[in-house]
């Protein structure tokens, strides 16, 4: 029965439509995510058959050296017979991958393995794909042409049973669990928050069975929540993907060897690993709550218990056992590979954990054990009474409130351990790129690697000879043996001539690194990429062929711009940020789906632990979006957080206060209070990456896109590429008109909010409506009909980086889109907001 209650609870407060809701949007995401990157399957199935590809061919001149040596005898004629058979199985793979044949590719792996089975047998093992990776290998495809299964239906799935498993795995993990937990880290603590613990109490209920129906009812949400996802993905995949096997094969690792086992269980036992943690952290979390009793205070403990365990777990290897309870986080993981936990009985550990916590909530309820102090009854206005105007009183009433809820120093503090962290982190990644890039340069004093070229190519050469002075006529067989040497040869020599020079300059680039002689630092830098871009005049006759292709394909601006960039670096002398890349990154590069831009992105982004560059990935990386959900959920809640068991509009409307006051303070002291914790968060980044590392350079450029309107007037002063035009701007001018607009994006975001709010009852529904506004006025500005008038929106200046370097202004050819439209705008709608609000407020007899 009070289990009933509390999922009837649960139901009112609308979160499981809310769970719904969000259900439906991941599943969506992910399927369209699949959809869209569906030639990713082609570009793994090519790197995968390409390094086959050159074994075969390595695995051809080993026989004809061989040959050479004694002769075709029986023993080789059946190696090189079987070589053959290898390398038209390879030919076959490469034009079924090409044509998008994936049923066929499975069985020609079949007998592309089982050649190399029988290669082995000849003295000539195949490359490094040898024992237990074979094995592996031959038995995955074996199971797939047993059950007629196609290739490549595990790489971004859209089958029903690949893709009920791919979406367990990507949401059923830590991003589910720490999503439940915001949704019902308060069904504790609201009941010491709205004192429903005393009604409790009263009836004919023991603690232990209050406690109980909290987890029962996480438990049953989590149960709710894993059979939602399953039927929403299977059902998605069903209408608009293909049907799957649930027979499909998984490759589970044991200590020496592997297992196969179907797809199905493999789901199974996502689900049993996924109930288990929860139950766990459900547990910590009824534990915590018990003990802080404030829902703010209970999440940012929570949250630092899990990071602390989850880091600690991660880089201990003491600590990487079944008997630490965060090491069963790894879901994923231990499908994979269940010897981690030495198999899935020892999961009784974990469900052991999760009783002592339960017993010691129990213990501590009843004992009364609580860190929050009983505090005395408060009179809402200062000293009881009105001094001043209403206006005051009520600000000073709102901020007391808000200072009562203890949600502002946890916060505070919460902000400087991310801060800390994000530091530790870029630093950690700036100390490697710098090392990465030291050794690169010390590549040089390795030779083995020009020795190898120029064996290749005196082989070749030998081989070329041999057969020009052969007096007999040659075979077919030999006559493309020499077309192969002459390939080799006509295309090693330009390679072993680029790479001396590149040699050459690296020695110099090491030379000015040691002296930090940034000037001819990046002078060589320069040098190497106009020359690897197809400037011949550097080194006339040596050329490397760099051109775009259809993946990575870099435009002319990158080029431009980095060469700009560097040319700026030298003339100003500062000290390089790594990695220095061949073309940086910018809008106008070619990569055929958004996985290759991330993957480039991951690989080549520049990352510097300096006060101000700290502060510029701050905002670059999009991180300001995470504080900016933060505040607005934390702060803006508005009149929705304000009805139900505690509806504080009954009090405030008995008070001698009129209701346009009652409004501003409820926009006024969250809107200071925001813009304040943003403010010191922005000071605070500066602040530990200066205190870490140094404050860094504010002239140091950063690239600022010109609109084709800007470039096309006269006496344009800016540097002109294929598709476009550019200027650089300084760090510390982006950083802080970042943070201007950031400021009014977050006053604009908490209007809508708390306008939104005058007409539900309920906080979630009131976010999740301004979130789906938010959704709605960032995509109309993709509408050509509307770019014109893009600038006068607010919602465009919510992508606050592609604000300030003027990506948006370029993109939608509106040049009006600048910082300083933004400032206005945001403010004008914020006020716009806030006024029509007003009226509302004051008309509806509702309120």
């Known amino acids: 029965m009070l289990l009933r209650f509390e999922i009837l609870k649960s139901y009112r407060q609308r979160k499981l439509l809310v769970i719904f809701i969000l259900l439906l949007l991941a ?15 082609s570009k793994k199935a090519t790197d995968e058959v390409l390094t086959h590809i050159d074994t075969g061919m390595v695995l051809r001149k080993d026989y004809e050296r061989k040959i050479e040596e004694v002769g075709m005898t029986p023993r080789v004629q059946e190696g090189y017979d079987n070589m053959k058979a290898m390398n038209t199985a390879i030919r076959e793979w490469e034009d079924a991958i090409h044509y998008k044949k994936w049923d066929a590719i499975p069985s020609i792996k079949k007998r592309f393995y089982e050649t190399i089975l029988q290669q082995n047998g000849y ?5 490094d794909l040898q024992g237990v990776e074979l094995e592996k290998e031959v038995a995955l495809t074996n199971r797939l042409v047993e059950l007629q299964l196609p290739y490549g239906e595990e790489i971004f799935p859209l089958s029903t049973s690949n893709f009920m498993y791919s979406a367990n795995s990507s949401f059923l993990a830590l991003f589910g669990i720490l999503l439940l937990l915001v949704l019902f880290g308060d069904s504790v603590t609201s009941e010491y928050q709205q004192n429903t613990i005393r009604t409790l109490n009263t009836q004919p209920l023991t603690q232990l069975r209050i406690l109980s129906s909290k987890i029962e009812l996480l438990i049953t949400v989590s149960i709710i929540v894993w059979f939602g996802m399953a039927k929403i993905s299977f059902v998605t995949a069903f209408l608009f993907g293909m049907k799957g096997s649930f027979h499909y094969p998984i490759l589970t690792l044991t200590e020496e060897s592997f297992t196969i086992i179907p797809i199905y269980q493999a789901i199974i036992q996502h689900g049993i690993l996924f109930f288990v943690v929860s139950l766990f952290m459900y547990c910590l979390l009824l534990f915590v709550s018990v003990l802080m009793r404030k829902l703010f205070s209970t999440l940012v403990v929570l949250l630092l218990v899990m990071i602390t365990g989850l880091v600690t777990a991660a880089q201990f290897s003491i600590l990487q056992s079944k008997w630490n309870p965060f090491f069963y986080f790894q879901i994923e993981e231990i499908i994979e590979r269940p010897y981690m936990i030495g198999g899935f009985t020892s999961l009784w550990i974990l469900v052991a954990y999760s009783f002592l916590l339960f017993m010691l909530s129990w213990y501590f309820t009843r004992k009364n054990v609580s860190f929050a102090k009983e505090k005395p009854v408060i009179k809402p206005y200062a000293r009881g009474e009105i001094y001043g105007t209403d206006r005051r009183a009520n600000l000073i009433f709102e901020w007391r409130k808000l200072k009562r809820q203890n949600t502002i120093i946890p ?26 890039e030291v050794s690169r340069l010390n590549d040089y004093e390795i030779s083995s690697f020009f020795a190898l070229i120029e064996e290749d190519i005196k082989n070749s050469e030998q081989l070329v000879s041999f057969l020009v002075n052969k007096k007999d006529s040659l075979s077919d067989e030999e006559m493309l043996q020499m077309e192969i040497a002459k390939a080799t040869i006509r295309d090693q020599r330009p390679h072993l001539e680029a790479h001396k020079v590149e040699l050459k300059e690296k020695r110099k680039t090491k030379q000015a690194w040691d002296e930090e002689n940034w000037t001819n630092f990046y002078n060589e830098y320069i040098k190497n990429i106009k020359w690897k871009s197809g400037d011949t005049s550097l080194y006339p006759g040596i050329f490397i062929d760099n051109a775009p292709t259809e993946r990575g394909g870099y435009a002319n601006l990158s080029y431009k711009a980095t060469i700009s960039e560097m040319e700026l670096l ?18 106008y590069d070619r990569f055929p789906n958004p996985i290759d831009r991330l993957e480039f992105i991951k690989r080549e982004k520049k990352v510097d632990s300096s006060g101000l560059y700290y502060l510029y990935l701050f905002f670059s990386d999009n991180l300001y979006a995470i504080l900016m959900l933060l505040l607005v959920f934390l702060f803006s809640a508005g009149f929705a957080a304000e009805r139900g068991k505690k509806n504080t509009f009954s009090f405030l409307l008995t008070q001698p206060v009129k209701k346009g006051t009652i409004y501003f303070s409820k926009f006024a002291i969250p809107a200071g209070v925001t813009s304040a914790i943003t403010i010191f968060a922005v000071l605070l980044i500066v602040l530990i990456g200066t205190i870490g590392n140094r404050l860094g350079d504010w002239n140091y450029p950063i690239l600022f ?8 007037q006269e006496g344009y002063a800016g540097i002109m590429a294929q598709e476009g035009g550019f200027h650089f701007i300084d760090l510390g001018t982006y950083v802080t008109e970042a943070t201007y607009i950031l400021i009014g994006a977050l006053l604009f975001s908490m209007a809508l909010v708390i306008f939104i709010s005058l007409f539900f009852n309920h906080q979630a529904i009131a976010m999740m409506t301004g979130g789906i506004f938010v959704i709605l006025g960032v995509s109309l500005k993709g509408f050509d009909s509307f770019s014109s008038f893009a ?12 604000v300030t370097n003027g990506e948006l202004a370029t993109i939608l050819n509106n040049p009006l889109i600048s910082t300083t439209t933004g400032i206005v705008v945001l403010l004008t709608w914020t006020f716009l907001l806030y006024v029509v609000g007003l009226i509302i407020f004051k008309r509806k007899a509702w309120i």
């Open 705 to 712: 896109y010109d609109s084709e309107v800007v470039t096309a």
């Open 27 to 41: 599943v969506g995401s992910l399927f369209y995510r699949n959809t869209m990157v569906q030639d990713e399957i």
């Open 411 to 436: 916060l505070l503090f919460m902000l400087t351990l991310f801060a800390g962290g994000g530091f530790l982190y870029f630093n950690h990644t700036k100390v490697l790129n710098e090392k990465f």
């Open 123 to 127: 003295g000539y093992p195949y490359g």
């Open 570 to 587: 030298s003339e100003r002398n500062l000290r390089p940020i790594f990695p220095l890349v061949f073309a940086n990154l910018t809008m």
């Open 791 to 802: 600038h006068l929106s607010p919602f465009t200046y919510l992508e606050v980086p592609k």
